[in-house]
Structure formats: C-alpha cells, structure tokens
C-alpha cells in the first residue's frame, strides 16, 4: 500500500504562485506515476497534471501554461509548480499514484489553495 502527503496550500492573491509537493511512502517502488488532482466547492474531482513513467502525460486545459508538474529525484515525491494563479483554481488539491497500470484509491488529506481576487 502506497500512502500520500500533500503540503504547500494556503492563500494567494491573483497572479501569485504556489508550489505543492506531494511525498509518497510504503510501497513506493511499484509506482509508475503520481497525480494531481483538485476538487472545488461543489464540483466533482478533476484531473490537473499526471505524470507517467518520467513523462508528463496530461494536463487540465484550465491549466495549461501556467502549471508545472515534476517528480524529485528520489521519484517519490511529485511537485505542483502554479504560476499565475486565478480565483477558479481555487480547491483542495490531492494527489494520488499509480501502480502499475492502476491508479491508487487511497487518497491524502489534500492541501487547500485559496486565490483571492
């Protein structure tokens, strides 16, 4: 079982930036890929970036060109770089990792980001 820890939320004004990390732990060499996602007040989860096998495979329309996902060297860890930030990227963010060619279930507690405008 792989758990996750999301960290670096917290309150921005517009156009500012964040930097989220997510650290996996346990049984983290049967990971293939790690994910953002985001879920806002009263909307369903949505898929922000993924990577997979080292490779950057998806990323949200609403996102593109302002967010970066990356791995660390240890490949456990998977940051969320945001820049230029907006009232809607409001949400908590989570990650979750995928083993094999399965996505995890067993979500984090997620951080908050909150964009004032």
């Known amino acids: 079982q792989v758990r996750v820890a999301e960290s670096g939320g917290g309150l921005v004004q517009a156009g500012g930036s964040l930097r989220l990390s997510c650290e996996a732990s346990?049984?983290?060499?049967?990971?293939?890929?790690m994910a953002w996602h985001r879920q806002a007040p009263g909307k369903q989860r949505e898929l922000v970036a993924a990577i997979i096998g080292g490779r950057v495979t998806n990323y949200a329309d609403s996102v593109k060109g302002r967010f970066t996902i990356s791995t660390g060297n240890a490949k456990n860890t998977v940051y969320l770089q945001m820049s230029s930030l907006k009232p809607e990227d409001t949400a908590v963010y989570y990650c979750?990792?995928?083993?094999?060619?399965?996505?995890?279930?067993?979500w984090g507690q997620g951080t908050q980001v909150t964009v004032s405008s």
């Open positions: 346990g049984r983290t060499a049967a990971m293939t890929g």
């Open positions: 979750n990792v995928r083993i094999g060619s399965v996505w995890s279930s067993n």
